[in-house]
T-cell receptor, first 115, second 114 residues
């Protein structure tokens, strides 16, 4: 089945540790996105990428890093510089068409907590 | 800061009635509008999208768009208990030509009362 796979489902981070969240899609979508959701809040954009080897900062990029070496994969690293990393992290992807903005489809998410 | 605003609710609607969810946005250049449903603890699921002024119907769901008033709504007819969820409104924001991103509202929590 085509879809977006995020792993792990739950992740725990120790102080001073970097952790990497995986996002893989087999939908042949051009664009991929990372969002953060805090309890009772909407989604906030961390990073997005519209093409391999290129990505842009979203609204809350500080303390995070990404790479886009393959079209199918867009891993997110939560660095030790992110002081409040506890949240629900969502990866999304979409087709790019220049005549209309296409819907984004989401993976099942990763819950990150501090130990 | 380009914003998308929704009433956080909770909005309680009797089973079988029409649920009306509203969203306003600040960026007059926005062209695409999306409604997502999010069950507690789960990821958002696309329900509807609309690009043109007027109504767009899909089963029990109708999206309504009024660009002049910067207003988009979602109507759910014959509400079912399974419709109980948080509904997120998302609006595209053009960063540069051909480079767009979505801005999400904080969501409206809907409860359908049996």
């Amino acid at each position: 089945d085509g879809g977006i796979t995020q792993s792990p489902k739950y992740l725990f981070r120790k102080e001073g540790q970097n952790v990497t969240l995986s996002c893989e899609q087999n939908l042949n979508h051009d664009a991929m996105y990372w969002y953060r959701q805090d309890p009772g809040q909407g989604l906030r954009l961390i990073y997005y990428s519209q093409i391999v080897n290129d990505f842009q900062k979203g609204d809350i990029a500080e303390g995070y890093s990404v790479s886009r070496e393959k079209k199918e994969s867009f891993p997110l690293t939560v660095t030790s510089a992110q002081k409040n990393p506890t949240a629900f992290y969502l990866c999304a992807s979409s087709i790019i068409r220049f005549d209309s903005n296409q819907p984004q489809h989401f993976g099942d998410g990763t819950r990150l907590s501090i130990l | 800061q380009k914003e998308v605003e929704q009433n956080s609710g909770p909005l309680s609607v009797p089973e079988g009635a029409i649920a009306s969810l509203n969203c306003t946005y600040s960026d007059r250049g926005s062209q695409s509008f999306f409604w997502y449903r999010q069950y507690s603890g789960k990821s958002p699921e696309l329900i509807m999208f609309i690009y043109s002024n007027g109504d767009k119907e899909d089963g029990r769901f109708t999206a309504q768009l009024n660009k002049a008033s910067q207003y988009v709504s979602l109507l759910i007819r014959d509400s079912q208990p399974s419709d109980s969820a948080t509904y997120l409104c998302a609006v595209n924001t053009q960063v540069t030509f051909g480079n767009e991103k979505l801005t999400f509202g904080t969501g409206t929590r809907l409860t359908i009362i049996p």
